[in-house]
């Protein structure tokens, strides 16, 4: 079993540890949605929470597999169905059940608009309006860097969107790994493997954060230690399950317990 006082590197997820991009993903989703005229359905089927949620759930924080799923669900008249399925302790399978049997419904080419229209929202010039670093994320991280501990980010989001919306904060990481950096998105530990192969520090001697059940599938393919946050996508009964090492609030809370452990 590693030790906080062997733990060499932290690694971050960007979206629900250091960004809340919630109203980000839930205007990409709409935009999504008026692409294939379903923008009325999804607007009075989900707030921007139940969005920020359901993207938490495992599969369904690819971009396509959610947008896919409420096309389905909507064209079968089922998509108010999702936001009850959400928070139920088995969300993941049971949203799974029910599109499996609208999948008829779904048309690829539809799904490509979607899919374009979301990215197009996402990497637009006015869409950094939309995200915010939490409330003390950049002095936490900062003071995790000036402790000597070597800090990186691992996120499947574009590159693009990092730069954008981190800003000054990005020098202060060691290593930054993007989608356009790994073959494999998260739940696969490639990011990591790359941080560990770059830093030259071995996984099982990094800690990494994250606020989805994905984050923590993650950490553990890589050997790394999983901690997760409540600040974003995850819910509490889903990130459990999943057993990580520890589960707080917030990237403040994380940061004050690694410092504490390490001193």
């Given amino acids: 079993m590693v030790l906080m006082d062997d733990i060499r590197l932290v690694a971050f997820d960007v979206d629900g540890v250091i960004r809340d ?3 980000l993903f839930y205007e990409c989703h709409m935009k999504a949605a008026q692409a294939v ?6 607007s009075s089927s989900f707030g921007v929470k139940d969005i920020w949620h359901f993207k938490g759930l495992g599969r369904f924080n690819n971009k396509r597999e959610s947008l896919s799923a409420i096309y389905a669900m909507a064209k079968a008249g089922r998509l108010r169905d999702i936001r009850e399925l959400i928070y139920r302790n088995d969300a993941e399978k049971e949203i799974s059940e029910v599109i499996a049997s609208c999948s008829a419904y779904v048309v690829s080419g539809d799904i490509d608009r979607m899919v374009d229209a979301y990215v197009g929202e996402a990497t637009s010039n006015y869409a950094h309006r939309l995200v915010s670093l939490y409330p003390g994320a950049a002095k936490a991280i900062r003071r995790l860097k000036d402790s000597g501990m070597r800090i990186a980010i691992v996120s499947n989001s574009d ?9 000054d904060l990005l020098p202060v990481f060691d290593h930054v790994v993007s989608s356009k950096d ?4 998260k739940p696969s530990g490639e990011g990591l493997r790359l941080v560990a192969g770059a830093s030259g520090i071995e996984p099982k001697r ?9 984050d923590i599938k993650a950490a553990n393919d890589a050997g790394c230690m999983p901690v997760s946050v409540l600040s974003g996508m995850g819910l509490r009964q889903h990130l459990e399950r999943e057993r990580p090492a520890r589960i707080f609030d917030g990237i403040a809370d994380v940061v004050e317990w690694v410092l504490g452990r390490k001193t």
């Avoid at 005229?37 to 999804?42: F, I, P, R, W």
């Avoid at 990494?208 to 994905?214: A, H, I, K, Q």
């Fill in 21 to 23: 991009a919630s109203r």
């Fill in 159 to 167: 590159i693009m969107t990092i730069e954008r919306d981190l800003r």
């Fill in 206 to 214: 990094m800690l990494y954060v994250g606020d989805t059940v994905v």
């Fill in 37 to 42: 005229g379903l923008q009325e359905d999804l």
């Fill in 182 to 185: 790994v073959k494999e998105l």
